[in-house]
């Protein structure tokens, strides 16, 4: 069975920092890219950031460039989302998924989905 897992959102003050994590399970890690998407109230689910399993290669949106880092392999087939400085507008239901290229290419389409983790930015 396929999973991914989502973890560590939760409440931060503007300008705080948070680390999400996606646990994935049940598919050949090492052939996929993993991506976080994330969804505000009220708005359309945007593309946050990927990064390919098979060569490391990474991709940010531009509104999270220099903020936020993607990484993966303290633990066995999970990554991470480093988020710092965050703000307000990063308020947001985050998910990762999971494709054969980055999954911001394939945007609703993309192979598999975790559950999402919400990220409350306070001022």
């Known amino acids: 069975e396929v999973q991914l897992q989502a973890s560590g959102g939760g409440l931060v003050q503007a300008g705080g920092s948070l680390r999400l994590s996606c646990a994935a399970s049940g598919f050949t890690f090492d052939d996929y890219a993993i991506g976080w998407f994330r969804q505000a109230p009220g708005k359309e689910r945007e593309g946050v950031s990927c990064i390919s399993s098979v060569d490391g290669s990474t991709y940010y949106t531009h509104s999270v460039k220099g903020r936020f880092t993607i990484s993966s392999g303290n633990a066995k087939n999970t990554v991470y989302l480093q988020m710092n400085s965050l703000k307000l507008e990063d308020t947001a239901v985050y998910y990762c998924?999971?494709?054969?290229?980055?999954?911001?290419?394939?945007?609703?389409?993309?192979?598999?989905w975790g559950q999402g983790t919400l990220v409350t930015v306070s001022s």
């Open positions: 998924a999971a494709d054969t290229v980055c999954p911001l290419l394939r945007g609703p389409k993309a192979h598999y």
